[in-house]
């Protein structure tokens, strides 16, 4: 079975200019959690003055809706974050680097390095209180600073992260501009050097709208961890023109007329988009919501 991670409630919602409220995200969360994930990132216990949309981490924490086969994992980008998440009880966790020198430069003042350094005394924590760490590696294919990522930095990260504790890595395509030749060669240069796939997850970005070609040529390659975002919430900040991470609902409709089970219910997933689509004002990108919706308005006409 194909897993996947549903990053909207944080990864998406972080970026909404627009303030959500702790009870609009818990009935989203809640909404999900019904629709059969194996694994949602709830939010981020960051400083409130970085992201002021995921102040409310604590307060949405504790109205998680617990489901059979359901982990929700929060991001931590320091050891105060790390002790909050621990506090509301999360058994998962994720922190986050680059392949790219300028892009961990320009978004977190650090080095690749330091990021590293910084995270080995985090997983060990989180590991002596029973949490597993998820890894994110951001521009693994492009960098809005630097161009093309090749393929050896990303391996190296990777590996750093692996050595650390880290039990999978999430590789992401931060400006959405990879294309399925380049995460062909990425990928197969990652299993050439001793990687293993169920270490590695995708997390592709629509931009150019290749997300999907490029989920399959990495399902070609055995891959079956990939990220997306209900409705396609999300983008980059720091990627002008970057739209946002890869619609959940095209995702599942895809996989599963491929013969790719997901576990996920379409239609429970795709009224939980449109339900925070109604608080956000505004239509959410993903071409599988607008069509089931339109299919639902037409039926209530009828």
């Known amino acids: 079975m194909i897993k996947l991670v549903e990053v909207g409630p944080r990864d998406g919602l972080q970026n909404e200019v627009r303030p959500v409220s702790a009870e609009v995200k818990v009935a989203f969360l809640r909404a999900l959690s019904q629709a059969g994930y194996a694994e949602i990132e709830a939010t981020s216990f960051v400083s409130p003055r970085w992201v002021p949309q995921l102040a409310d981490a604590e307060e949405v924490s504790r109205q998680l809706c617990e489901q059979p086969g359901l982990v929700y994992t929060a991001l931590v980008p320091n050891r105060k974050g790390l002790e909050r998440a621990l506090a509301c009880g999360y058994k998962r966790v994720a922190v986050f680097t680059a392949a790219s020198e300028a892009f961990s430069q320009k978004n977190?003042?650090?080095?690749?390095?330091?990021?590293?350094?910084?995270?080995?005394?985090?997983?060990?924590?989180?590991r002596q209180a029973g949490a597993s760490v998820r890894g994110y590696v951001s521009t693994a294919w492009f960098c809005p600073y630097a161009g093309v990522i090749q393929a050896p930095a990303v391996y190296e990260v990777t590996r750093a992260m692996l050595d650390l504790g880290i039990d999978e890595v999430s590789l992401g395509d931060t400006v959405g501009l990879a294309v399925?030749?380049?995460?062909?060669?990425?990928?197969?240069?990652?299993?050439?050097n001793g990687l293993?796939?169920?270490?590695?997850a995708l997390h592709f970005h629509d931009t150019s709208g290749t997300a999907l070609a490029n989920v399959l040529i990495s399902l070609q390659l055995?891959?079956?961890t990939f990220d997306c975002s209900a409705g396609g919430l999300g983008g980059c900040p720091y990627a002008p023109g970057a739209?946002?991470?890869?619609?959940?609902?095209d995702l599942v409709y895809m996989l599963e007329h491929m013969g790719y089970p997901t576990g996920v219910d379409l239609e429970?997933?795709?009224?939980?988009?449109l339900e925070l689509a109604a608080h956000l004002g505004r239509t959410l990108p993903s071409r599988t919501l607008a069509r089931l919706q339109a299919g639902w308005q037409t039926a209530e006409r009828t």
């Open 108 to 126: 977190t003042n650090r080095t690749i390095a330091a990021s590293l350094q910084e995270f080995a005394p985090l997983v060990e924590q989180a």
């Open 180 to 192: 399925p030749s380049q995460v062909h060669s990425t990928l197969q240069h990652l299993l050439d």
């Open 196 to 200: 293993e796939r169920p270490q590695l």
């Open 222 to 224: 055995g891959f079956a």
């Open 243 to 249: 739209s946002g991470n890869l619609a959940s609902e």
């Open 268 to 273: 429970r997933l795709a009224r939980a988009s």
